[in-house]
């Protein structure tokens, strides 16, 4: 089973500065397959982006995604207010999928 | 517009079973794979397992096999999460997701509201 660490924990910043989220894999990541999924108090996760670096329909530009093999980034490049909440990478290529623990990006 | 709607709160004594669901619409049910995720009161994502609305093919988690069965029911579009002697540590929010595509590692494109589980004597 790939295990998916996420860092930090927590990020603590201001609207309009750029956030910068990690997630190391224990095992290289099968042909970018490769999620990232955004959590609001109270929601069901939210698709952001796909294949490393796709951003899913309707997801503004300010959201991007990189990385291959073990390490993957997911940068908000301007944060809006309505951006503070839990972030998860998920890795499905490999059986079982399974997902990081999560990252909270709080106002600062 | 695809929907993935699933079943009401339930509240549940140790030892219960229960069956949980998830109806799809607005798209072919069985080209798709319908996945179950718990999110524990206050934790993250666990991946639990995955279904092909298609043939029932299944794979599990191996932190869930032998502890939940995933099933479908293709004449109503419906896929399940059941258990059959709950826990206290079965209480939290279970959602169900669809893949993009016909592939089980396919990421989740859509997902339900979740449903809460709440076990307690």
């Known amino acids: 089973e790939i295990v998916l660490t996420q860092s930090p924990d927590t990020l603590s910043l201001s609207p309009g500065e750029r956030a910068t989220l990690s997630c190391k894999a224990s095992?290289?990541?099968?042909?970018?397959?490769l999620a990232w999924f955004q959590q609001r108090p109270g929601q069901a996760p939210r698709l952001l982006i796909y294949?490393?670096?796709s951003r899913a329909t309707g997801i503004p530009d300010r959201f991007s995604g990189s990385g291959s093999g073990t390490d993957f980034t997911l940068t908000i490049s301007t944060l809006e207010p309505e951006d503070f909440a839990v972030y998860y990478c998920?890795?499905?290529?490999?059986?079982?999928?399974?997902f990081g623990q999560g990252t909270r990006l709080e106002i600062k | 517009e695809v929907q993935l709607v699933q079943s009401g709160a339930e509240v549940k004594k140790p030892g219960q079973s229960l069956k949980i669901s998830c109806k799809g619409s607005?798209?072919?049910?069985?080209?798709?794979?319908i996945g179950w995720v718990r999110q524990m009161p206050g934790k993250g994502l666990e991946w639990m397992g995955i279904?092909?609305?298609?043939?029932?093919?299944?794979r599990y988690s191996p932190s869930f096999q032998g502890q939940v069965t995933i099933s479908v029911d293709r004449s109503n579009n419906t896929a399940y999460l059941q258990w059959s002697g709950l826990k206290a540590s079965d209480t939290a929010t279970y959602y169900c997701?669809?893949?993009?595509?016909?592939?089980?590692?396919?990421?989740?494109?859509?997902w339900g509201q979740g449903t809460l589980v709440t076990v307690s004597s």
């Open positions: 294949g490393a670096f």
């Open positions: 607005g798209y072919i049910f069985f080209n798709y794979w």
């Open positions: 997701a669809r893949t993009y595509s016909s592939s089980w590692n396919s990421y989740f494109e859509y």
């Open positions: 279904i092909y609305a298609g043939d029932s093919d299944t």
């Open positions: 998920q890795q499905y290529g490999s059986p079982p999928a399974t």
């Open positions: 095992q290289s990541v099968f042909s970018k397959y």
